[in-house]
Structures are given as C-alpha cells and as structure tokens.
C-alpha cells in the first residue's frame, strides 16, 4: 500500500531520517568506491543528503511509492560527476589506507592479504566509468537490475547488458594481469 | 552462469563490501540535519512581525528564508547562525549590529557558491 505523503513539515522530516538511516551505508560504500578515498566520500555523502533534504517532498510525489534509493544514488552520481568536472580530478587507482580516517572502515581488512581481492579491486578502477558504476550499485549496494536502471537513468535491458559487460570486462583485465605476473613464477619454477 | 562466472561474482561480492560510514561523519551530518529541521518554515511562519523593527532578531529570519532556496545555502544559515553571539558583542550599535549581519550572510553565501 502506498504511503501518502506528508502533509506537514515534521512528518516529512520524520520520512527523511527514515530514509537516512536506511540507507546512509549505501550512500557512503557508493561514494567510497566512486572516489576512491575516505576524505571525499565523506564530502560527498553529506552533500547527497543535503541535496536529497532539499528535495524530498518533490521526490515522495513524483516516486509513486517506488523506494527512493535509486534516486539517492542519482543525486550522489550527478554530484561525483560534477566533483571530477570541477576538479579535473580522475577517481584515485587504489583505496587508501585506512589510517587516514577517525573509525575503522571494513574494506581494508577485509582485502588485506587477499591478492584475488585487490586485483578485483584495482580492475574496476580500470573501467569506463559507467560499467564501474554499475558494479558498485550491484555488489556493493545489492541494487537490483530496475534501480540501478532507476539510478543510471537507462532501461531495464541497457543494464542487463551493461552489467554483463562490465562483469566480462572485469574478468578480461584480473586475467590478463594474472597473466603479466603468472610467467614470471613459471619461469622461477622452470629454473 | 558457469562455476567460474559464478565464483568471480563472488570474489567481485566481497571485494565490493559495503564500507560504514565514520562515527565523526555521522556526528556531523546528523548535527547538520537536525539543524536544518530546527530551521523550519513555521519558524518563519510563526514570526512576529513586531520582532523585525529590532535588527538584533533579523539573523532569524534571514536564516529560515535561505533554507528554502538551497541545501548549499542552508550552510549559510548554519555559519551566520553561529557567529552571531560573538557580533553582538562586537556590536556598539544596533545598526552597526544589523550591517555585520547582513554583511556575513553575503559573505557566507559567496563562498558557498564559490565551494569554500
């Protein structure tokens, strides 16, 4: 059943901080693979939520009940893109180390000693922006086919391919770079 | 799918992990949310107008009237919100008083704009 939307302002903040808590990780992990570092995902993230405040009464009515997530991470793509533009600044190769930031973040430990893991990751700051993109909406975020389309603003069918693309793409280039490194172990087990 | 399409999937899973937040980030941006909620229209809704002939309360207003026009601006309102104590007692006059206010809030509002 559809929620009607709220006819005064606490309500609606009230609507707001639920939407916030629901999905402030999805914001971040988003910002944090899209830019590469903690200090910018941070700026980013707060920005997507004083953006979203902005226009939440306007996104309830027009979302027809439809969950609202894909257009929190449209508003934190569009601001990603203008942040390069203004910049002229390129996401950064490799994720920083988290002694840069005040509270212990997951992704560092997790890949630490783990080469198939920060090959993955290095692999997908290698794609075109939008096959990474959609990566992250899919893994990190657990988005579905019809929000990432929501959030990316194509069909439903686009982004079947997209992702499929990406995916193979992904594949090609960790290959690729096992194979750079695979002849020099052969070579030492050769010797 | 195959068994190794499948497992690269996984691998992509994992290193993809979702990434929490810093508990100084959501200090801050909760700190920031509730101000502009405390900021509220009804708060300029419910202004007496008597209260505009003392500049002193004019911060107020021109605080609640920049929430409406942008979540960047809304940052304005945050700044000036803040520094006006320390005006006030700066302040020899009431009108000296109401000139620094205005002064800060295009002040504030250009380094918004300009991203500082």
Do not use: C
């Not at chain 1, 560092?108 to 993955?120: D, H, N, Y």
């Not at chain 1, 069909?155 to 090609?172: C, N, Y």
């Amino acid at each position: 059943m559809l929620e009607p939307i709220p006819k005064d302002k606490s309500e609606l903040d009230a609507r707001f901080a639920d939407l916030y808590r629901a999905h402030l990780r999805d914001v971040y992990s988003y910002s944090y693979y899209r830019v590469g570092n903690h200090h910018d995902a941070e700026d980013l993230t707060e920005q997507t939520f004083l953006q979203a405040y902005r226009h939440f009464e306007r996104a309830l009515r027009e979302s027809n009940g439809r969950p609202l997530r894909p257009w929190l991470i449209r508003i934190a793509h569009n601001l990603a893109a203008n942040f390069y533009r203004d910049r002229s600044r390129k996401p950064e190769s490799a994720i920083e180390d988290a002694g840069m930031v005040s509270a212990p973040h997951t992704t560092e430990s997790l890949v630490e000693g783990r080469e198939e893991l920060k090959a993955i990751l290095a692999g997908v700051q290698e794609l075109p922006d939008d096959r990474r993109e959609a990566l992250i909406m899919r893994f990190a975020l657990g988005m579905d086919n019809r929000e990432i389309a929501r959030a990316l603003g194509r069909t439903d069918g686009a982004t079947k391919v997209l992702l499929h693309r990406a995916v193979r793409q992904l594949e090609s280039i960790v290959a690729e770079r096992d194979g750079l490194m695979q002849p020099a172990g052969k070579a030492v087990e050769r010797g | 799918m195959s068994a190794s399409a499948a497992e690269f999937e996984s691998l992509l899973r994992e290193a993809l992990s979702p990434v929490e937040p810093s508990a100084d980030l959501v200090q801050r941006l909760e700190s920031t949310l509730v101000s502009l909620t405390e900021l509220a229209q009804e708060e300029l809704d419910s202004w007496e107008l008597s209260a505009m002939r003392d500049p002193r309360n004019w911060v107020r207003p021109a605080a609640a009237a920049v929430v409406g026009v942008s979540a960047g601006t809304a940052l304005v309102a945050l700044r000036v919100r803040a520094r006006h104590r320390t005006r006030r007692q700066q302040s020899g006059s009431v009108g000296e008083l109401a000139r620094r206010t205005l002064r800060d809030v295009a002040d504030e509002a250009r380094r918004v704009v300009s991203g500082h």
